[in-house]
């Protein structure tokens, strides 16, 4: 399973991205899809997840500014996270990862900067 980031760039505080993720295969539905982030020094953290059914989870610390949602057309194997209010904080390589069943992939990540 190949997992393709894009996206990201640099951006005001307050301002909005939407990143995409790619991800190849034929059961792209039965994938769990999540977004990560890492800051400089920092470990790699959990961003939101989106759950085969519809159910998704967040980071507190993101909820009501970020969404995860994955393309109503399945045959584009695409989820994306929509992204408000942007904080300096928010600063991070944010990182896509497929999982299906005890497998993992994780695509190369997409810078994001929040900056004046």
Excluded: H
């Amino acid at each position: 399973v190949q997992v393709v980031e894009s996206g990201g760039g640099l951006v005001q505080p307050g301002g909005s991205l939407r990143l995409s993720c790619v991800a190849s295969g034929r059961i792209f539905s039965m994938y769990t899809m999540g977004w990560y982030r890492q800051a400089p020094g920092k470990q790699r953290e959990l961003v939101a997840i989106s759950i085969p059914g519809g159910r998704t989870n967040y980071d507190d610390s993101v909820k009501g500014r970020i969404t995860i949602f994955r393309d109503r057309d399945i045959r584009k194997n695409t989820v994306y996270l929509q992204m408000n209010s942007l904080e300096p904080e928010d600063t991070a390589v944010y990182y896509c990862k497929a999982k299906f069943r005890d497998y993992n992939f994780w695509g190369q990540g997409t810078q994001v900067t929040v900056s004046s």
